[in-house]
């Protein structure tokens, strides 16, 4: 079947909730990626990060492989021999004390949301449904419909109501908006160490370390969501690090599972993850041998291969690589890590245009909110493949919108 048909199929009977790109990926290896055709593509997208080890690396490939001979799924219900050791990673690997492993980020997303509450409501004194939880503008969580209900983007939106009440939004990046937001029933704050979907939007220096600060003067619990920025992709381990700013509870996904499978996981503080008793959650495949053993060997992956310094040496190479480039269309170059959005000015070039001219030249990236471009590699791409990226992204741009010309739009 042709790569046309396969699409068309897809148009017709599937659900029509994403535009993808025109082009049907076959294979794919490390940073590199196949179509149907064969043709190669450099891969600056990695799945949104979940992809941040590369494509079917085989070392995962091969954790996979061996559970596969042993044993695949057995439910909560009885213990199985890699949940334990995986909690125990997870907890030394971010210095927090426990672990509840889900599947998809929006799962763990909602069991931070469940611990917050109750942490509020048990520990806080909050009464009984009324705990609230202070969330960023534009901030992007998942999909269920707690989430989008404090989602500010009207498109997760329209029509999904009515909401969960609860959600008290302040601007992101302003500590100070977020303190004077706090009130006697708040239990805690959730949000993105670097906001991703909103446009890989970098806060100010500080910012962590001040909502640390903030939310121990009022004993409230910080709760970081780094399903994207964890594991290394913004150049250290997690994104909290570069300023020391321990979350009481941390929400993790996407890169966890390898590439290979969903898994993620709520870490917290014992007295965060002690409002759980037999019963008040659960998920039957969280934390099943399958996932639990290729996370463990993508923790290892991680370490062994020093990819969160990878990241750093890089992202500062790509950042650098960008910013030299001479084009009018781009506004703004920022990020951190091998995590960098690229910001162009709506009247001069598409960002969805630029992506298209891109693919055609062989490297793939994705639009976010219309005028930036991402350029979130997989953290083990080779440096020459990055650059190529690079130049192809400017040739896309020329593309798009000559250097010369005032307005292509
Ligand atoms: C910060 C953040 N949290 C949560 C999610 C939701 O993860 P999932 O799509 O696995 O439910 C995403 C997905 O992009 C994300 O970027």
Same mark, same amino acid.
């Given at each position: 079947m042709s790569g046309q048909d396969i699409m068309a199929l897809e148009e017709r009977f599937g659900a029509r909730n994403y535009a993808p790109l025109p082009v049907v990926l076959a294979k794919g290896r490390g940073a590199r990626l196949f179509d149907t055709d064969g043709k190669r593509y450099i891969d600056m997208m990695s799945a949104y990060s979940a992809a941040s080890f590369g494509h079917l690396h085989p070392r995962l490939v091969a954790a996979m492989r061996r559970q596969l001979d042993r044993l695949d799924l057995v439910s909560r219900a009885y213990h199985s021999e890699h949940l334990g050791p995986l909690c125990e990673e997870l907890a030394g690997l971010t210095g927090l004390d426990s672990c509840l492993p889900m599947n998809t980020g929006a799962e763990a997303v909602e069991t931070a949301i469940k611990a917050l509450r109750r942490y509020g409501t048990d520990r806080l004194g909050i009464p009984e449904g009324q705990a609230e939880i202070i969330v960023a503008a534009g901030n992007f969580h998942g999909r269920t419909t707690t989430i989008v209900g404090f989602s500010t983007e009207p498109a997760n939106r329209r029509g999904f109501g009515p909401f969960a009440p609860g959600f008290v939004t302040v601007p992101f990046g302003d500590a100070r908006a977020l303190e004077a937001a706090i009130g006697p029933r708040t239990a805690g704050v959730l949000v993105e160490p670097i906001q991703g979907e909103a446009g890989i939007i970098v806060p100010p220096a500080g910012y962590l370390a001040t909502l640390r600060r903030i939310c121990d003067r009022h004993g409230i619990l910080l709760v970081l &969501?780094?399903?994207?920025? /964890?594991?290394?992709?913004?150049?250290?381990?997690?994104?909290?690090e570069h300023e020391e700013a321990r979350p009481d509870g941390l929400v993790l996904g996407k890169a966890l599972g390898g590439g290979l499978l969903p898994v993620s996981a709520f870490v917290a503080r014992r007295a965060v993850m &002690?409002?759980?008793?037999? /019963?008040s959650h659960g998920s039957t495949f969280g934390g099943n041998p399958l996932a639990a053993a290729v996370a463990r060997e993508a923790i290892r992956v991680l370490q062994d291969e020093e990819l969160a310094l990878r990241s750093r040496i890089l992202g500062k190479t790509l950042i650098d690589a960008l910013r030299a480039?001479?084009?009018?269309?781009?506004v703004d170059v920022r990020g951190k890590g091998l995590w960098v959005g690229v910001e162009l000015d709506p009247a001069r070039a598409r960002a969805r245009d630029v992506c298209l001219a891109m693919l055609r030249r062989g490297a793939l990236t994705k639009d976010t909110h219309e005028t930036v471009l991402r350029f979130a590699p997989p953290l083990v791409i080779e440096e020459a493949d990055m650059l190529e990226a690079v130049s192809i992204f400017h040739d896309a741009l020329e593309d798009v919108c000559p250097a010369h010309t005032l307005s292509c739009v």
């Open positions: &969501d780094e399903v994207q920025s /964890g594991f290394g992709r913004t150049g250290r381990n997690f994104c909290f &002690d409002v759980f008793e037999p /019963g480039i001479p084009h009018p269309a781009i």
